[in-house]
């Protein structure tokens, strides 16, 4: 089943087109890691496709609903969103994690992972609090609820941000970098909690730079390029072999 379908997604910043054509299917458990140079547009595509941003162009649906109505656009021909409670039921799809973790500094560990499914999705407050210390197990940190952000290193920031976006219950999550705020016995930690999430079939879109990662871990792996994807497949012929000449050069330049 398809929980993703984005086609000819355009996006632009003044006079400067950061997304000139993309399109992409992600299919129920598949683990899709996004590589490419700053500046390729990896970041901007992940806002768009969470809503952080607006698209010019294109369509995104999501398990099934759109994102944007048929045929409708606006005086300057960009596309028409569709109404707040449905764009509201489309989000809870997915959540996305930060690459400088987002928590809230004036909340604990817990709380922060159960404020969400609580005000949010308005659901029973005990049932949250034991979903929550069983996911802060999952992860490594049941002797943290209590802690507050700064209490703890980035990398058990990040597990929480992780956490956290678990505990929406989403069927897909979306990473932009979650380690590139981290030094590397940190980034450890982090690709740890991703492999166990991969393991358990979790339908993950990743833009990371962790090349050896998206090896192993990837169904698929996208290399993007001034603002379209340049080359997309199993990560033994994007990484190990790949056929574009920008890919290459990229990758050479990672392994210096």
Do not use: W
């Amino acid at each position: 089943m398809n929980l993703l379908e984005v086609k000819n997604i355009k996006k632009s910043f003044g006079d400067l087109e950061v997304l000139k054509d993309i399109s992409l299917t992600v299919k129920e458990g598949e683990v899709i890691s996004i590589l490419g140079p700053s500046g390729s547009g990896k970041s901007t595509f992940l806002r768009c496709i969470s809503m952080l941003e607006t698209i010019d162009a294109g369509s995104m649906v999501y398990c099934g609903k759109s994102a944007l109505k048929d045929d409708v656009k606006t005086a300057d021909g960009k596309p028409v969103y569709v109404s707040k409670d449905e764009l509201k039921e489309i989000k809870r799809s997915f959540s996305l994690v930060f690459q400088n973790f987002n928590l809230f500094p004036h909340y604990t560990v817990l709380k922060n992972i159960s404020d969400a499914p609580i005000n949010v999705l308005k659901r029973n407050k005990e049932e949250v609090i034991k979903e929550a210390e069983a996911l802060l197990k999952k992860i490594g940190l049941s002797d943290k609820g209590d802690f507050y952000p700064y209490q703890l290193s980035g990398g058990q920031q990040q597990r929480v941000a992780i956490a956290r976006a678990l505990a929406m219950n989403p069927k897909m999550l979306f990473f932009d970098e979650p380690t590139s705020a981290l030094d590397p016995e940190l980034t450890a930690e982090i690709l740890k909690v991703l492999k166990n999430l991969a393991k358990e079939k979790m339908t993950m879109l990743i833009v990371t730079h962790e090349i050896d990662f998206a090896r192993n871990v990837s169904d698929k792996v996208i290399f993007m390029d001034g603002g379209v994807i340049v080359e997309q497949g199993a990560p033994k012929d994007v990484i190990d072999n790949p056929s574009n000449e920008r890919t290459r050069t990229f990758l050479k330049k990672l392994e210096q």
